[in-house]
C-alpha cells in the first residue's frame, strides 16, 4: 500500500506502477488528489481528511467486454461497506452509490496499456465520508452527499477503509471465480434504477425510456419511449423524478 499526502489522480501514480510491474492487490491513496477525476472527463473532488481517494492495481483474467463486471462488483461492495454502519444504500447504474438520493461515491475504472505483459485495470474509487454541505463545490451541493450528511453520525476514515477493503476484496473474488452471478444478484437487490425513467446519453446520442433489467454481463436494459428494448453498456444514466 503506497500513502501519498498528495497526487495528482491515484489513478495516474497505480497505473504508472502497474506498467512497472506492481503486483495485483497494489492500492495507492493519497490525501489530497490535484486532478482527481471522475468518469467522462469530469472532476472528481475530494476533501482532505474527511473523504477517502484510492485506486487498486488489478490484474484480471477477463475479456474486455467483462470488464464492467469489476465495477458493478465494487458498488455493491461500498454499499455492503455503508450497510455495516446500518446505512441503506442503493445504487444507481452502473456504480454510483447513493444515500438519501445523494451520490456518496464514485469509481472509476481505467484499464493499462494493451500491449502490457501482464494487463491491468485500475479500479478508483472515491467515497465522501465527514464533509458538509459547504465542503462540496457549489454545483455539487444539491447532487452530492456524504456519509455524515446523509446520517448525521462521523465516521472514522480508517475504519471505514479498512471494512471497504475487506468488502471489495469479497465482491472482486466473486468475478474472479465466475460468480458473476453473484454480484448481480446482490447488485439488484440494491438497484435504485431499475423500473425508473430514466435519460440516458450514449455514445453521442440522448434518450428517454424505463430501465427495465441488468443482464449478466452487467448491461442496462432500457425501453425506450417507442417501446424498443436497447441494450446500455456504457453511458451516463440519470434517474428522473416519478
Ligand atoms: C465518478 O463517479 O465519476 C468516478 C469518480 C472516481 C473518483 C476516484 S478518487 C480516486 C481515483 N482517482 C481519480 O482521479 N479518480 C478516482
Known amino acids: 500500500?503506497?500513502?501519498?499526502?498528495?497526487?495528482?489522480?491515484?489513478?495516474?501514480?497505480?497505473?504508472?506502477?502497474?506498467?512497472?510491474?506492481?503486483?495485483?492487490?497494489?492500492?495507492?491513496?493519497?490525501?489530497?488528489?490535484?486532478?482527481?477525476?471522475?468518469?467522462?472527463?469530469?472532476?472528481?473532488?475530494?476533501?482532505?481528511?474527511?473523504?477517502?481517494?484510492?485506486?487498486?492495481?488489478?490484474?484480471?483474467?477477463?475479456?474486455?467486454?467483462?470488464?464492467?463486471?469489476?465495477?458493478?462488483?465494487?458498488?455493491?461492495?461500498?454499499?455492503?461497506?455503508?450497510?455495516?454502519?446500518?446505512?441503506?444504500?442503493?445504487?444507481?447504474?452502473?456504480?454510483?452509490?447513493?444515500?438519501k438520493g445523494g451520490k456518496v461515491c464514485g469509481i472509476l475504472t481505467e484499464t493499462g496499456p494493451k500491449k502490457?505483459?501482464?494487463?491491468?485495470?485500475?479500479?478508483?474509487?472515491?467515497?465522501?465520508?465527514?464533509?458538509?454541505s459547504w465542503d462540496f463545490p457549489k454545483e455539487l451541493r444539491k447532487t452530492a452527499t456524504s456519509f455524515y450528511r446523509s446520517s448525521g453520525r462521523k465516521v472514522e476514515p480508517v475504519e471505514f477503509f479498512r471494512r471497504v477493503l475487506l468488502c471489495l476484496e469479497e465482491t472482486y473474488h466473486w468475478v474472479a471465480e465466475r460468480r458473476f452471478s453473484k454480484v448481480l444478484f446482490e447488485w439488484r437487490k440494491r438497484a435504485a434504477t431499475l423500473g425508473h425513467q430514466v435519460k440516458v446519453a450514449q455514445a453521442g446520442r440522448v434518450f428517454y425510456g424505463q430501465a427495465i433489467d441488468v443482464d449478466e454481463k452487467g448491461a442496462l436494459w432500457v425501453r425506450n419511449d417507442t417501446g424498443i428494448?436497447?441494450?446500455?453498456?456504457?453511458?451516463?444514466?440519470e434517474m428522473l423524478p416519478l
Not at 120 to 127: D, N
Open 1 to 99: 500500500m503506497l500513502c501519498l499526502p498528495k497526487a495528482s489522480s491515484t489513478n495516474d501514480v497505480a497505473l504508472h506502477l502497474a506498467v512497472q510491474g506492481a503486483s495485483e492487490g497494489t492500492v495507492v491513496t493519497a490525501d489530497e488528489q490535484i486532478k482527481g477525476r471522475g468518469r467522462y472527463g469530469r472532476r472528481w473532488v475530494s476533501t482532505h481528511g474527511k473523504s477517502l481517494a484510492f485506486s487498486i492495481i488489478l490484474r484480471p483474467k477477463l475479456h474486455a467486454d467483462e470488464l464492467p463486471e469489476i465495477t458493478l462488483a465494487a458498488s455493491v461492495a461500498l454499499a455492503k461497506a455503508f450497510e455495516s454502519y446500518r446505512l441503506k444504500p442503493l445504487i444507481k447504474w452502473p456504480n454510483d452509490v447513493l444515500l
Open 229 to 237: 428494448v436497447e441494450k446500455v453498456v456504457s453511458g451516463d444514466v
Open 116 to 132: 502490457d505483459k501482464m494487463p491491468s485495470v485500475i479500479l478508483g474509487i472515491g467515497i465522501n465520508l465527514n464533509q458538509q
